[in-house]
């Protein structure tokens, strides 16, 4: 079956940088769109960036030119480098596999806080 294994979030200060983790397994990973979302708390969830199958990126404004969507298709990894964060960018991030039928992980926390 289908698993999304999310890792690397924490607690970091503002300005600094982490790089999230996602372990896909149970379906072929290089054919398939990912992105990765945000749920802050009592906020909904947000897209943050999509990667495609054959790697083209998009982003949404608010993490254009802070962060980084990357994909290791050899080992089914999605990856999300972020940087210059700040308590705005504070939630919960959730790997997804896009498709007819979507799934997610069950996400990583993300804490931006001095």
């Known amino acids: 079956q289908v698993q999304l294994v999310e890792s690397g979030g924490g607690l970091v200060q503002p300005g600094g940088s982490l790089r999230l983790s996602c372990a896909a397994s149970?379906?072929?990973?290089?054919?398939?769109?990912m992105s990765w979302y945000r749920q802050a708390p009592g906020k909904e969830r947000d897209l943050v960036a999509t990667?495609?199958?054959?790697?083209?990126?998009t982003y949404r404004d608010f993490v254009k030119g802070r962060f980084t969507i990357s994909r290791d298709n050899a080992n089914s990894r999605l990856y999300l480098e972020m940087n210059s964060l700040t308590p705005e960018d504070t939630a919960v991030y959730y790997c997804?596999?896009?498709?007819?039928?979507?799934?997610r992980g069950q996400g990583t926390q993300v804490t931006v806080s001095s």
């Open positions: 990667i495609s199958s054959d790697g083209r990126t």
């Open positions: 149970g379906f072929s990973f290089s054919a398939f769109d």
């Open positions: 997804y596999k896009n498709g007819r039928v979507r799934y």
